[in-house]
């Protein structure tokens, strides 16, 4: 469920790039899973915090509350304890421009860098 926002709190939402309307968090959701670009998700029923992660996909329900499918880890490499989430539990999003790379791939990348230096 969405909270209501006084307009000082909106205001400093917005000022930071928080999204805190349903359709336009569903909006950025689509954005980042097209683009596949990192977002930052507030659900704080879920999550404590930002998590900041990819979208894996989005899937409509019968119900109108649509499934965001969240990668299996977020932007440092830890696994998430829960990576389904419904837009009604997501109350703001904050969406980024970088690519959402693996955070595996990406440690391996650099290990190679300092292994080929080295030799």
């Given at each position: 469920?969405?909270k209501?926002?006084?307009n000082e ?5 917005e000022?930071v ?6 359709d336009?968090?569903?909006e ?6 097209k683009?596949n ?11 404590k915090?930002i998590l900041?992660?990819g979208?894996?996909n989005?899937?409509l329900?019968f ?6 499918l969240?990668r ?6 830890y ?5 389904r989430l419904?837009?009604?539990e997501?109350?703001?999003v904050?969406?980024?421009?970088s690519?959402?790379?693996n955070p595996?791939?990406?440690s391996?990348?650099s290990?190679?860098?300092?292994f080929s230096?080295a030799?």
């Amino acid at each position: 469920m969405h909270k209501d926002i006084t307009n000082e709190e909106n205001t400093f939402a917005e000022q930071v790039g928080f999204i805190t309307h349903p359709d336009q968090i569903l909006e950025a959701l689509i954005e980042s899973h097209k683009s596949n670009t990192t977002i930052g998700i507030e659900a704080p029923g879920i999550f404590k915090g930002i998590l900041v992660t990819g979208i894996e996909n989005i899937v409509l329900n019968f119900d109108g509350d649509p499934v965001i499918l969240l990668r299996k880890y977020d932007s440092n490499g830890y696994f998430l304890d829960r990576d389904r989430l419904k837009l009604s539990e997501i109350e703001s999003v904050c969406p980024f421009t970088s690519s959402f790379e693996n955070p595996f791939l990406r440690s391996l990348g650099s290990s190679r860098k300092i292994f080929s230096q080295a030799g």
